[in-house]
C-alpha cells in the first residue's frame, strides 16, 4: 500500500500562484509515477501533471503547459506542483496520484492507470 497526503491548497486570485505537495509512504518502489488530477462538481476527474518517478519525464495538460511545474524530491519521497498564472478555470479539488506504470504519449492521464490516491486539496483562483 501507498499512503499520499497533499497540503499546499488555498485561494488566490487570478494570476497569483500557489505550490501544492504529495508526501507519500509506504510500499513506495511499487510505483513509477506520480501525477496530479483535478475535479470540479459534476466533471470527471482530469490529469493535471505527470512524472516519471525512476527518471525526468513530465508530462502536462495542454490547459496548464507553461504555467505549471512538476517535480519530486526523491530524498522526501514528495511530489510538488507549481501552479503560476492561475487562472479561474484552475478551481477545483487537486489529487494526487501515484501508479505502478512508466506515464507515456497521451495515456498517462488515464484514471486506470493509477491506483493509489490521496485525499485531495481544494484550489480556489477568483477573478
Known amino acids: 500500500q501507498v499512503q499520499l497526503v497533499e497540503s499546499g491548497g488555498g485561494s488566490v486570485q487570478a494570476g497569483g500562484s500557489l505550490r501544492l505537495s504529495c508526501a507519500a509512504s509506504?510500499?513506495?518502489?511499487?510505483?513509477?509515477?506520480m501525477g496530479w488530477f483535478r475535479q470540479t462538481p459534476g466533471k470527471e476527474r482530469e490529469g493535471v501533471a505527470a512524472?516519471?518517478?525512476?527518471?525526468?519525464?513530465?508530462y502536462y495538460a495542454d490547459s496548464v503547459k507553461g504555467r505549471f511545474t512538476i517535480s519530486q524530491d526523491k530524498a522526501k519521497n514528495t511530489v510538488y506542483l507549481q501552479m503560476n498564472s492561475l487562472r479561474p478555470e484552475d478551481t477545483g479539488m487537486y489529487y494526487c496520484?501515484?501508479?505502478?506504470?512508466?506515464?507515456?504519449?497521451?495515456?498517462?492521464?488515464?484514471?486506470?492507470?493509477?491506483?493509489?490516491w490521496g485525499q485531495g486539496t481544494q484550489v480556489t483562483v477568483s477573478s
Open positions: 496520484a501515484a501508479g505502478p506504470y512508466a506515464p507515456y504519449g497521451n495515456r498517462w492521464s488515464l484514471l486506470s492507470r493509477w491506483n493509489y
Open positions: 512524472i516519471y518517478t525512476s527518471g525526468i519525464s513530465t
Open positions: 509506504g510500499y513506495i518502489n511499487s510505483t513509477n509515477s
